[in-house]
C-alpha cells in the first residue's frame, strides 16, 4: 500500500467560484503532509470534501488505495479519518471523557454510560501518545492547548488513522506549538498519518515530510520538505518572490508625539495590569513593544485609545493631553488603532465593507450631512481604500464576514491609516495572516513612519518585532523592562528580556 | 440558491400558505368546509367597503407594534414590551384627549405624542437598565406589561373616573375618526390613523436606513465592542432604539384611543396588540414595508375571522387555532427555509 489517502484531481465549485481545480494530494502512510495555501485558497474546501461535508464535481478520494465515496462525516470517520477542527467543538462545562465519549457512548448492559471503561480507555490513549491529558478536568478550567489534545484524543478514541490537522497553532502559545509538535511526532511513531493544514511556514519546515501546495484553488505541486526552503514554499504558495526581511531606510525619528508617564491600568477584575510605565513616541519611527501576552500589553493599548480607564498617569498626544478621553475624542486628535481583535474590535462583520470604513467617520462630511447619511459618498471612499489596499472582496457592499481574515485585516489597515493619524497602533497587526498579506501591512506600516507618523507595533512574534521595528521596547510585567534596537539584539535577548531575566551589565539604557 | 431578497421574500409568502394548508386540514378533519370557512374569511375581510374599512382600521395597530418590535430587533434588542407600551401610550392619549380643551390642531398633536411620549417613557425602563445594569431587556419588558395594566386600569378606576370601568370619550378636537373615510367605507370605523401608521413605518426606514443615528444604532446592536472602538455611546444608543421602540408602540395606543373606540376601559388582560406585534415583524423580516404587509395580513386575518362562525359555521375557537398555526409556521421561518432550499434541490 503506497498510500493511505488519495484524493485525485479534485474539482469542487460553488456558485460563482471554484474552490477546488484540479488538486492532487496523496498521504503516504507514516508521513506528515503539509497542505499549504494562503487565506482563501482552497485548504478548508478540499479538506470538507475529503471529510464528506462536501461532495466534489469531479476526481475521486481514494483510501487505502480502495474508491471511497464519502458522503457524510460518519463514512469519514468509519474509513478512519479523523479531523481536529481549528475551532474547538467541545462542550464547556463537561469533563474531557464526557466529550470524548460524546455521540459514542460506551454503555453498560443497563443502558448507563459506562464511565470507568470510557475514562480508562481515554487514559490510555492518553499515555500512548504522550498527551497528558487528565480524564476528568473540565473543558472550562484547561487551557487552549489542552483542549487542542481533547480534539486529538477524540479522533483518536474514534479510531482515527489519518489525523488532518487545521490550522492548529493559530490559537497556541510558542510553548504549546512545541508541545503540539512532539505530539505529531509520537503520533506518527505509533503508525499514524497526518495531514497538516497551515500557512507557516516554519512549522513545516520543522515538522513534515513533504507538501502540497494550492495557489487560489489550483494545485501546484507536492514538494519533499527536505529538499526545499521557506523562500521556495512562499513564492509557491504566493506565486510570486516573497521578501521575509522587509527593506526600510534607517529611520529619521522626528518630534515627539506620544508621552506616557507613569501610567497604571486595571484590568477587568482591579488587578494593576500597567504598572507605571514610561514611554516615548517620536514621528517617523516604528516602536515595537516586545513581551509575552499577558504583561499588559492590551491593557496599555485600551488605555491610549480610552476603551480603558487609566488610574493614575498621563497619557500626551503632540503635547496635549489624551488620558481618559473617550474613544471618539482620542481618535480625533489623531490616533488611529489597528486592534488585536479583529472580529470584535476592528469590524462589524454585519455591516458591508463599505459600512466599516466609515466606523469612526461616517458622522463627518462628506459621509454624512444633517445626520443623513451619504452613500454615495461612503462607497466612493470604499471603492478607493479596497484599490488602494488590495483589499479583495467582490464589491464594497459585500458584508465583512464574508471575507478572508487578510482581507478584512486590509481592510481595517486601509481606514486607519487613510484617516492619516499622528500615531497608528497596530496590535498584531498580523496575527493569523499568510506570508503576502504579511509582507503588504509592513510594508504599510513603514510607509507611514516614512511619512513622519509615530507607529507603535505590538506583537507577540519576535520575527515581527525585530523586522518592522527601529526601536524595541520589552513590557513586561506592566512596565518597560529595556529599550534596544533591532540592530544590536538577537532574538535570545528579547527571549530573556521578557521573561524578566535581568539585563546584562553596561547595557545603560535598559535600566528602568 | 436564489437571490437574497427574492428568498426573503419567498419564506413569508410559504410560511402564510403552509399555515393556510394546516388549517385547511384542521377544518376537514373537524368535519368543516375549508373552502366555506376561507371563503368566509376572504368575505370577512374584503367581502364589501365596510368589512375593507375594519380591515384597515384594524391593521394600523398591528403596523406600530410591528414597527416597534422591528426597530427594536433591527438594533440587537427584543422589545416584549410593546404590549405594555401600548396600553400606556393608550391611556396618556385619552387622558389629553379627555381633559384638555383646546383647539383641533393642537389638541390632537398633543394626544398622539402624549401617546408616543407614554410609550417611550414605558420603554426607557427596560432600556437605562440595560444600558446601566446589564439587565435583560426581555425580564424587565414583560414585568413593565403587567405593571403596565394593573397601572392603567387602576388609573381608570381612580383618576380618570371614581370607580367606573370605562373613561368618559375624548373630547372631537382629539379625535382621529374622519367621516370623510367612514362614508366610503359605509360607516366602518376607518379613522386617520392608519396614516399616521403609515407615515411611522417611513420614518422607520429612514431613521433604520438613511441615518446616522441608524447606523448607531444598528451597529450597537450588531457589536457593542466595535461600536465603542469607533467611539459610540452604546449605553446612549441602548436605550435611545428602547425609546424609539417604546414610541411606534405607544401610538399604536393612540389608535385604539383616539380613533377606534375614544375612550379607555378597564381589562383584565392584554389586548394582544404588542404580542401580535411579535408576529407581525417576524412574518415582515423586520424592515418597514415588510411589517406594513405583514400588519395588513393579521388585520385582515382577525377581521375576517369574524366571519367565519357566521358565514361557515366554523367555531371561533377554530378560528384562532388557524391563526395561530400561521404564526407558528411564521416563526418556524427556519423549517420553511429548509423546505425551499430542498424543494429547490429537487427541482434540478
Redesign the interface.
Same mark, same amino acid.
Given at each position: 500500500m503506497e498510500y493511505v489517502i488519495e484524493m485525485l484531481n479534485i474539482r469542487k465549485e460553488f456558485?460563482g467560484i471554484v474552490a477546488n481545480d484540479n488538486i492532487t494530494i496523496q498521504l503516504k502512510p507514516g508521513e506528515i503532509h503539509a497542505l499549504l495555501g494562503e487565506n482563501g485558497a482552497g485548504k478548508s474546501t478540499l479538506m470538507n470534501v475529503l471529510f464528506g461535508l462536501y461532495q466534489p464535481e469531479q476526481g475521486e478520494i481514494r483510501v487505502k488505495g480502495k474508491k471511497a465515496n464519502i458522503t457524510n462525516p460518519n463514512i469519514a470517520n468509519d474509513l478512519g479519518i479523523g479531523m481536529v477542527h481549528q475551532h474547538f467543538m467541545l462542550v464547556e462545562p463537561f469533563t474531557v471523557t464526557q466529550n470524548i465519549v460524546l455521540g459514542n457512548e460506551p454503555t453498560k448492559k443497563t443502558g448507563v454510560i459506562n464511565v470507568e471503561k470510557a475514562r480508562k480507555d481515554i487514559k490510555e490513549i492518553s499515555d500512548r501518545y504522550g498527551l497528558k491529558v487528565d480524564p476528568d478536568a473540565k473543558i472550562s478550567d484547561i487551557s487552549v492547548g489542552m483542549q487542542q489534545r481533547v480534539e486529538i484524543l477524540k479522533t483518536l478514541y474514534r479510531g482515527a488513522d489519518v489525523l488532518i490537522f487545521d490550522e492548529p497553532t493559530a490559537v497556541l502559545t510558542p510553548q504549546e506549538i512545541n508541545e503540539l509538535m512532539e505530539i505529531m511526532r509520537s503520533l506518527i511513531k505509533e503508525g499514524k498519518s497526518i495531514i497538516l493544514i497551515t500557512h507557516k511556514l516554519k512549522e513545516i519546515m520543522e515538522v513534515c515530510d513533504r507538501c502540497t501546495v494550492i495557489r487560489k484553488g489550483k494545485g501546484i505541486g507536492t514538494v519533499n520538505v527536505a529538499q526545499t526552503n521557506t523562500n521556495e514554499l512562499a513564492s509557491l504558495m504566493v506565486g510570486r518572490e516573497v521578501h521575509f526581511k522587509t527593506e526600510k531606510q534607517q529611520a529619521e525619528p522626528k518630534d515627539t508625539v506620544l508621552t506616557i508617564e507613569n501610567l497604571v491600568v486595571k484590568d477587568s477584575r482591579k488587578v494593576d495590569l500597567v504598572k507605571g510605565l514610561n514611554l516615548e513616541l517620536r514621528g517617523g519611527e516604528i516602536v515595537g513593544i516586545a513581551g509575552v501576552d499577558g504583561n499588559g500589553q492590551s491593557e496599555l493599548i485600551e488605555a491610549i485609545?480610552g476603551?480603558r480607564q487609566a488610574v493614575s498617569g498621563r497619557i500626551k498626544l503632540k503635547n496635549k493631553n489624551i488620558t481618559n478621553k473617550?474613544?471618539?475624542?482620542v481618535?480625533?486628535s489623531g490616533v488611529g488603532?489597528i486592534?488585536q481583535?479583529r472580529h470584535?474590535?476592528?469590524? =462589524? $462583520?454585519?455591516?458591508s465593507i463599505g459600512?466599516n470604513i466609515v466606523?469612526?467617520t461616517?458622522?463627518k462630511k462628506p459621509y454624512?450631512k444633517a445626520? =443623513? $447619511?451619504n452613500y454615495k459618498a461612503i462607497y466612493e471612499k470604499a471603492e478607493s481604500i479596497i484599490k488602494e489596499y488590495d483589499v479583495r472582496t467582490p464589491s464594497v457592499y459585500t458584508k465583512a464576514r464574508a471575507l478572508s481574515g487578510g482581507n478584512q485585516q486590509k481592510a481595517i489597515i486601509g481606514r486607519e491609516v487613510d484617516r492619516s493619524p499622528d500615531l497608528l497602533i497596530a496590535a498584531q497587526p498580523t496575527r493569523g495572516l499568510d506570508v503576502g498579506a504579511i509582507e503588504f501591512i509592513h510594508k504599510k506600516l513603514i510607509e507611514e513612519r516614512d511619512k513622519g507618523k509615530a507607529v507603535l507595533l505590538i506583537s507577540f512574534e519576535l520575527d515581527e518585532i525585530l523586522n518592522v521595528s527601529d526601536r524595541i521596547a520589552v513590557m513586561f510585567d506592566g512596565k518597560i523592562v529595556a529599550e534596544v534596537t533591532p540592530e544590536e539584539t538577537t532574538e535570545q535577548e528579547l527571549g530573556l528580556l521578557m521573561a524578566g531575566s535581568q539585563v546584562k551589565e553596561g547595557d545603560s539604557n535598559a535600566i528602568q | 440558491?436564489p437571490s437574497n431578497k427574492l428568498f426573503a421574500l419567498l419564506v413569508p409568502i410559504v410560511s402564510v400558505l403552509m399555515g393556510l394548508i394546516a388549517g385547511a386540514i384542521i377544518m376537514l378533519v373537524s368535519g368543516f368546509s375549508p373552502i366555506d370557512g376561507y371563503t368566509a374569511l376572504w368575505n370577512g375581510a374584503f367581502g364589501d367597503s365596510y368589512t375593507i374599512g375594519e380591515t384597515i382600521r384594524r391593521s394600523a395597530p398591528y403596523i406600530l407594534t410591528g414597527l416597534s418590535i422591528a426597530f427594536a430587533f433591527r438594533t440587537g434588542l427584543f422589545n416584549i414590551g410593546a404590549e405594555g407600551q401600548v396600553l400606556v401610550g393608550w391611556l396618556a392619549a385619552v387622558w389629553v384627549g379627555i381633559t384638555i380643551d383646546a383647539p383641533m390642531y393642537i389638541h390632537l398633536p398633543l394626544a398622539v405624542l402624549a401617546a408616543a411620549v407614554a410609550g417611550g417613557l414605558w420603554a426607557f425602563v427596560p432600556g437605562i437598565l440595560k444600558a446601566k445594569l446589564g439587565v435583560h431587556e426581555v425580564i424587565v419588558t414583560i414585568m413593565m406589561n403587567y405593571i403596565a395594566l394593573f397601572t392603567t386600569n387602576e388609573i381608570i378606576r381612580k383618576v380618570l373616573t371614581s370607580g367606573q370601568t370605562t373613561t368618559d370619550s375624548i373630547a372631537p378636537s382629539a379625535s382621529l375618526a374622519s367621516e370623510w373615510m367612514q362614508s366610503i367605507t359605509f360607516y366602518s370605523r376607518l379613522h386617520y390613523g392608519i396614516l399616521i401608521a403609515l407615515f411611522a413605518a417611513a420614518i422607520m426606514w429612514f431613521i433604520i436606513q438613511?441615518?446616522?443615528?441608524g447606523?448607531?444604532l444598528?451597529?450597537v446592536g450588531?457589536?457593542q465592542?466595535?461600536?465603542?472602538?469607533?467611539?459610540?455611546n452604546v449605553s446612549k444608543n441602548i436605550v435611545l432604539s428602547m425609546v424609539i421602540a417604546g414610541m411606534f408602540a405607544g401610538l399604536a395606543g393612540a389608535m385604539e384611543g383616539l380613533g377606534t373606540y375614544g375612550n379607555m376601559s378597564v381589562t383584565a388582560g392584554f389586548s394582544n396588540l404588542g404580542f401580535d406585534g411579535i408576529a407581525v415583524a417576524l412574518l415582515g423580516a423586520n424592515t418597514a414595508i415588510g411589517v406594513v404587509f405583514a400588519a395588513f395580513l393579521f388585520g385582515a386575518l382577525k377581521e375576517g375571522a369574524g366571519e367565519m362562525p357566521t358565514g361557515a359555521g366554523i367555531p371561533t375557537e377554530l378560528v384562532d387555532i388557524i391563526i395561530a398555526l400561521i404564526i407558528f409556521f411564521v416563526a418556524s421561518s427556519y423549517i420553511i427555509r429548509w423546505v425551499i432550499v430542498r424543494f429547490k434541490k429537487e427541482g434540478k
Open positions: 456558485p485609545t476603551l473617550s474613544p471618539r475624542k481618535t480625533e488603532h486592534p481583535d470584535r474590535f476592528g469590524l =462589524v $462583520l454585519d455591516y459600512e466606523l469612526q461616517y458622522y454624512s445626520k =443623513v $447619511l | 440558491m438613511r441615518t446616522t443615528i447606523y448607531e444598528k451597529s450588531f457589536n465592542h466595535a461600536s465603542r472602538y469607533a467611539g459610540m
